[in-house]
């Protein structure tokens, strides 16, 4: 493909293309010794090459925007209709910020990448990737679907990023944005453009974003959820918001690995996005988690760990950011669906929470309405790092467990799973990874517990007992769970007071939050499901 023409994209006088390079040339690229700054990486005692991402170290929700147009005027859930992140600019500002981009690409050495999101053909994207940055194209192999040689030779982009991290636009004020950086997205185009920020997220998330907008519309569930399968074909999801759990969870020897983050769920079942992982490594500890420990080898690539002197990596260090990270090809875990990362239609759909109030039990059986009142409601903490700005767990009301990601508005995709639940005959339950009347975090082993006997229907014999003001079914007993007293929040209080005042507080919240669900009737049944005060 060295004939390749980017000036199509308005790309011009490209010195060389690296067109789809092998891992062998990506490392090369990325550890040479003229690199500065951010380009560098270094190699680690374990294998895999660690950079440092620069100023951003997650992703920047705010500086996301969408071009608002034909196309996407009547789809796309504004950010003037709701609270959330899709800020509309108008096709003048996108010239400007294509021009930005083109012209930081323009007469430059560049990578190319050409991938696939979605591993399902008739729904998947095909994505090409430009950037100038090597570990940028490194990242983008890891995280994307490599295709075959012979899916290459018939090779289409559907959508085009263009990665300009190293220039800022200087005239954001007069464009009316929020800063310099920008991450915009054009669906007529369909292309992304990248300044400012060099964080690969912006990418991942940003193609999971274009999937959330196509999909949907065509009837098809798309999903911030991590996805595995028994030996019994049982297929489980676990949705959750960035910390709560998924690829923590859904790595697990016992069951092959579908992704780790982003599915759709269509006519024949659930199918990845990704072709990677990209796993937190804070605290990180080959004891503990040995699937990702391992996995973290030639061709993973660390992010914003520090790495000592002799390629000794420490995991425990966050000075960067808490939002450490590894990005592998998903072939580095063992137990995985293979040749392609799909399986059939899920029995469990498990809402991973991280209750930074300590009010909610790990675990609760969900009926049909409740299910649906909490994807929509999408409780659950911020935890420190993924977004830029925040430091702390911070509790937050995030739709469909991924608001942040969505371009289409939540009542969509609720609609969507809701069907697809109700056809396969899923079962859902709400898990708080997060924490307890202790101050603690729920112990990994404790919640691994709980999913075990979710996942092999143990759950289902238990005795049930109703939390309070949220009418949540809890079990008294499970196995695996030693302590079994912990798994009634309010047994985890010196002084059932404590919990019982913040429990009315955090039921307040969600009745609050719900109020936007409720301009129709079917919002308006949902109100039921949800806490009482
Ligand atoms: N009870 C628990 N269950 C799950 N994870 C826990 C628990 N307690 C602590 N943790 C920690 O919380 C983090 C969960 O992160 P994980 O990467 O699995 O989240 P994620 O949902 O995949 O996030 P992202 O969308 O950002 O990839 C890990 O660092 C894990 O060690
Ligand atoms: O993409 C990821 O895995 C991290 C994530 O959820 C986020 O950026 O919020
Ligand atoms: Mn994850």
Redesign the pocket.
């Known amino acids: 493909m060295s004939d390749l023409d980017l000036s199509q994209y308005g790309i011009t006088d490209v010195t060389e293309i690296i067109y789809n390079p092998s891992y062998d040339q990506l490392f090369a690229e990325e550890t040479r010794a003229d690199l500065q700054g951010y380009e560098q990486g270094k190699l680690t005692k374990l294998g895999a090459v660690s950079v440092d991402t620069g100023i951003f170290t997650g992703r920047s929700p705010k500086d996301k925007y969408i071009v608002r147009d034909d196309t996407t005027r009547d789809t796309v859930w504004w950010s003037d209709q709701g609270k959330n992140d899709n800020k509309a600019i108008t096709p003048e500002v996108w010239v400007d910020l294509k021009a930005l981009v083109t012209q930081q690409l323009s007469g430059k050495r560049l990578f190319v990448v050409d991938t696939y999101c979605g591993a399902n053909a008739d729904s998947r994207l095909a994505v090409r990737f430009i950037t100038e940055v090597a570990w940028q194209a490194h990242f983008v192999k890891n995280m994307f679907i490599r295709p075959t040689d012979a899916e290459l030779e018939t090779y289409q982009p559907d959508f085009i990023v263009m990665n300009g991290a190293k220039c800022t636009n200087t005239n954001w004020q007069q464009h009316g944005l929020n800063s310099e950086n920008f991450v915009a997205f054009n669906l007529t185009e369909r292309i992304q453009l990248i300044g400012g920020t060099w964080y690969g997220g912006e990418m991942k998330k940003g193609m999971f974003s274009m999937m959330n907008y196509f999909l949907p519309l065509q009837g098809i569930a798309s999903m911030?959820c991590?996805a595995n399968v028994g030996e019994a074909g049982d297929v489980a999801v676990?949705f959750?918001?960035?910390?709560?759990?998924?690829?923590?969870?859904?790595t697990d020897p016992k069951r092959q690995l579908i992704g780790?983050?982003e599915h759709g769920w269509d006519d024949d079942g659930v199918f990845n996005f990704e072709g990677g992982c990209?796993?937190?490594t804070?605290?990180?500890s080959e004891e503990?988690?040995p699937d990702i420990y391992q996995a973290i080898r030639k061709d993973a690539l660390l992010e914003n760990v520090t790495v000592l002197a002799d390629g000794e990596i420490d995991f425990n260090d966050g000075s960067k950011t808490e939002?450490t990270r590894v990005s592998y090809p998903i072939y580095h875990i063992d137990n995985i669906v293979t040749p392609v990362s799909k399986a059939g239609h899920a029995k469990k759909v498990i809402f991973?929470t991280?209750d930074a109030f300590g009010v909610l039990p790990p675990v609760s059986k969900l009926t049909k309405e409740q299910a649906k009142y909490h994807f929509l409601s999408g409780f659950t903490a911020k935890?420190a790092g993924?977004e830029r700005g925040i430091t702390e767990p911070t509790p937050t009301f995030s739709s469909c467990f991924g608001a942040a990601f969505l371009s289409l508005h939540p009542t969509k995709y609720a609609e969507v799973l809701g069907k697809r639940m109700e056809a396969s005959g899923a079962e859902a339950y709400l898990v708080n990874?997060?924490w307890n009347g202790t101050g603690k975090?729920?112990?990994?082993k404790?919640?691994?517990a709980i999913i075990d006997a979710i996942l092999d229907g143990s759950i289902e014999n238990a005795e049930f007992v109703q939390l309070p003001y949220f009418n949540l079914a809890m079990p008294s007993a499970l196995n695996g769970v030693d302590d079994v007293s912990i798994l009634d929040p309010r047994n985890t209080y010196a002084n059932l007071t404590d919990w019982d005042v913040k429990a009315q507080d955090l039921a307040k919240r969600f009745v609050d939050n719900f109020v936007k669900f409720t301009d129709n009737d079917e919002g308006k049944a949902l109100v039921a499901a949800g806490p009482q005060l």
């Open positions: 911030h991590s676990f959750g918001l960035s910390g709560t759990g998924k690829t923590t969870l859904s780790d983050d990209y796993a937190k804070i605290n990180l503990n988690e939002n991973l991280a935890l993924t990874t997060g975090r729920i112990s990994i404790a919640t691994r």
